[in-house]
């Protein structure tokens, strides 16, 4: 992968001029024929390369599929996505991941799909996952830490998700309790964790991470319309996958590791700085039954705390959250 990759930023450092076959040879240290198996694995990977004798290779286009050699340069984290699976096609990017992790895969562990055939969400729904227009991954975290915590990841990933978005794309990202991220009340992305525990020990965490990135009107649904946007539609500009990617790892290691130095106190502050949750009514669908009150914070675990019409304090750990004007 290395020399596919220095051989693509020796053409994209000529922005679209003609880079010299000896040129190229000599800088990755090849011969001239492995140059050119290069060259057709960057076209098989989408690239468009002009090349003509005596003048050499020319970058004329680039992939509107994700690719490894993109890709892999961009990312600056030393853990998230070094281990990194690329696939054309799933059922869900969750599904291979716990298959990878069932067989020793190291955290940071990620796969990313351009197309889901059974993507799912929470509460058993399922995920628009459109081939080439969202960014569809699961990332593996081993985390060392009791199992009662696992909603506190819940959080740093939604944290995570919301400052990346909000770094590659300048809009107003909120996050609903507890992990759904809305631009202008519309969802925009989802957070779905699967974990595997043994007596009482979390033995890993698959965070699946929906970005909607390129979506367009037309590939959403009639019902889903009015209640979820791409960050195109949203911003008017398409977005680069790629860096998207290579941006949310950086968040999410950053906020990982500040999570494993310091706590879940710096994220929970975080969470309640960004969230749209927080004190206005809500009814919250508990598996327990109906809860309605006004969400106040977090508590240590991670949990809602949902202050009740008697005055009373509850803590709510999963539901689903309407407001309370939805009955
Ligand atoms: C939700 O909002 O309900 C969670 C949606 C999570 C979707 C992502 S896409 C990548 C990963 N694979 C899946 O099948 N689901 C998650």
Request: no cysteine; charged share 25%; net charge neutral.
């Amino acid at each position: 992968m290395t020399q596919v990759v220095t051989l693509l930023r020796l053409l994209e450092a000529e922005s679209g001029e003609y880079v010299s076959g000896e040129e190229i040879s000599r800088k990755l240290n090849v011969s001239r024929t492995a140059v050119w198996k290069q060259i057709h694995k960057l076209e098989a990977e989408g690239y468009v390369i002009d090349a003509v004798p005596r003048l050499g290779y020319r970058l004329k286009g680039r992939p509107s599929r994700l690719s490894l050699p993109e890709l892999l340069p961009m990312l600056r984290t030393h853990v998230f996505g070094r281990n990194l699976k690329l696939m054309e096609e799933v059922t869900s990017t969750q599904d291979e991941l716990r298959k990878l992790a069932e067989e020793g895969a190291p955290e940071g562990t990620l796969v990313i799909a351009e197309l889901q055939t059974k993507g799912r969400g929470r509460m058993g729904r399922s995920w628009l996952s459109p081939a080439g227009k969202g960014v569809w991954m699961s990332l593996l975290l081993r985390p060392q830490v009791p199992l009662q915590h696992t909603p506190q990841l819940t959080l740093l990933a939604a944290v995570a998700l919301s400052r990346a978005i909000s770094k590659v794309v300048p809009l107003d990202i909120g996050i609903k309790w507890p992990n759904d991220l809305l631009v202008q009340g519309r969802k925009i992305s989802g957070i779905l964790l699967e974990s595997a525990a043994e007596d009482e020990r979390l033995r890993y965490v698959a965070v699946g991470m929906g970005i909607s990135a390129n979506l367009d009107e037309e590939d959403y649904p009639e019902e889903l319309r009015g209640k979820a946007v791409s960050l195109k539609m949203a911003s008017g500009q398409p977005v680069n996958r790629a860096e998207l990617i290579a941006v949310v790892l950086d968040e999410f290691e950053r906020l990982y590791v500040l999570y494993q130095e310091r706590g879940f106190a710096p994220i929970r502050s975080l969470w309640e700085a960004h969230t749209v949750t927080l004190n206005k009514p809500a009814l919250l669908n508990t598996p327990q039954g109906q809860v309605e009150g006004v969400p106040e914070g977090l508590d240590d675990s991670g949990g809602l705390l949902v202050r009740i019409a008697d005055g009373s304090v509850r803590t709510v750990y999963s539901a689903e959250l309407g407001d309370s004007t939805d009955r």
